[in-house]
């Protein structure tokens, strides 16, 4: 579902984006059944930028029921790769302890840069 902001205020927030890190909480399955929605989104307003997958809040597996799997993640991962067209990876991090916060960062940050050496972004807009 979409967030109370208005997809018009929205789409100001994707100009000039040169990448995404697209993150939902493991511990509540309608953030993961909402990431395709997100990512139709970017790429509507701002192409096929490089994009990474994060389920965050991994320090709750295990203590809390249905948590979306490491294996589910990948999945979703690996169908937005199909979709975007190039890989797309995908992490886990927990921001409470900063387990694994750092890594996505690095890894986006290199992605961008790597993207604007060649150009232009691994698919431009609308393709």
């Given amino acids: 579902m979409a967030s109370p902001v208005s997809k018009e205020v929205r789409a100001l ?3 000039g984006t040169k990448g995404a890190i697209v993150i939902y909480d ?6 993961f059944e909402n990431v395709p929605y997100w990512v139709a ?10 994009l990474i997958l994060v ?4 320090d709750l ?8 799997t490491s294996e589910e993640g990948e999945e979703l991962a690996r169908l937005l790769s199909e ?11 927990c921001a409470l302890t900063g387990e694994g916060v750092q890594d996505v ?11 604007m050496l060649q150009g232009k972004p691994p698919h431009g807009k609308g393709t």
Avoid: Q
């Avoid at 970017?42 to 096929?48: E, Q, R, T, Y």
């Avoid at 597996?61 to 979306?68: A, N, P, T």
């Avoid at 979709?83 to 990876?89: L, N, R, S, T």
């Fill in 26 to 31: 493991i511990s509540n399955r309608a953030t």
């Fill in 83 to 93: 979709y975007m067209g190039f890989e797309v990876p995908f992490r886990e991090t």
């Fill in 41 to 50: 989104e970017l790429v509507k307003h701002a192409g096929k930028v490089p």
């Fill in 13 to 15: 927030f994707y100009k």
């Fill in 55 to 58: 389920g965050n809040k991994i």
């Fill in 105 to 115: 960062f690095l890894d986006i940050a290199c992605l961008i840069i790597k993207s």
């Fill in 61 to 68: 597996r295990g203590r809390v029921e249905g948590c979306i």
